[in-house]
T-cell receptor, first 111, second 116 residues
Framework: GENVEQHPSTLSVQEGDSAVIKCTYS??????FPWYKQELGKGPQLIID?????GEKKDQRIAVTLNKTAKHFSLHITETQPEDSAVYFC??????????FGKGTTLSVSS | GAVVSQHPSWVICKSGTSVKIECRSL??????MFWYRQFPKQSLMLMAT?????????EQGVEKDKFLINHASLTLSTLTVTSAHPEDSSFYIC????????????FGQGTRLTVV
């Protein structure tokens, strides 16, 4: 089945800096790659996603890139703000229908 | 995005009792629902996938007799933790998808279960 690796596990940046989180997946049949933000005690919230027929997608300060050949995708957050501090999860949908999650990255943005 | 409501948001129960968690899709028909479990500071681990009107498909290592899943309608799935024990204490999260895995998944707000 699908296996998703996520790095780094923790990331600390200064306000205004950029943050990059990287994920790799194992199932070449995977075609959907969402990113979720989870705040303490809450369910994950979708922040951006990308499908396998697209190489890059941007939404204001957030962008995601996908390299299908290398089977990796990345989340880029520019001009980080303290409210961006949270746990971020990447996920991939493999041959089945369920999303398989990475282990998460705790992002801390200090002002 | 679509709205998925999960209830209750937290529950405390005694060992040996059963607890039911509801997951509702409020503004779309969820043909597929997923149940995840999350321990503190860990990732979401898929427990089972349920399609409306069918028996749930459980992941390896998840006891189907302990975690009963019912998906009787296109807007409601329930997870019942039977004969709960302290080690079942966790954060349970449901997710719903509109067509059979072909759309993005929307998550409920999660249920914090504490078994004492």
């Amino acid at each position: 089945g699908e296996n998703v690796e996520q790095h780094p596990s923790t990331l600390s940046v200064q306000e205004g800096d950029s943050a990059v989180i990287k994920c790799t997946y194992s199932d070449s049949a995977s075609n959907y790659f969402p990113w979720y933000k989870q705040e303490l005690g809450k369910g994950p919230q979708l922040i951006i996603d990308i499908r396998s027929n697209v190489g890059e997608k941007k939404d204001q300060r957030i962008a995601v890139t996908l390299n299908k050949t290398a089977k990796h995708f990345s989340l880029h957050i520019t001009e980080t703000q303290p409210e961006d501090s949270a746990v971020y999860f990447c996920a991939a949908r493999g041959a089945g229908t369920a999303l398989i999650f990475g282990k998460g990255t705790t992002l801390s943005v200090s002002s | 995005g679509a709205v998925v409501s999960q209830h209750p948001s937290w529950v405390i129960c005694k060992s040996g009792t059963s607890v039911k968690i509801e997951c509702r899709s409020l503004d779309f028909q969820a043909t597929t629902m997923f149940w995840y479990r999350q321990f503190p500071k860990q990732s979401l681990m898929l427990m089972a996938t349920s399609n409306e009107g069918s028996k749930a498909t459980y992941e390896q290592g998840v006891e189907k007799d302990k975690f009963l899943i019912n998906h009787a309608s296109l807007t409601l799935s329930t997870l019942t933790v039977t004969s709960a024990h302290p080690e079942d204490s966790s954060f349970y999260i449901c997710s719903a998808s509109g067509r059979r895995g072909n759309t993005e998944a929307f998550f409920g707000q999660g249920t914090r279960l504490t078994v004492v």
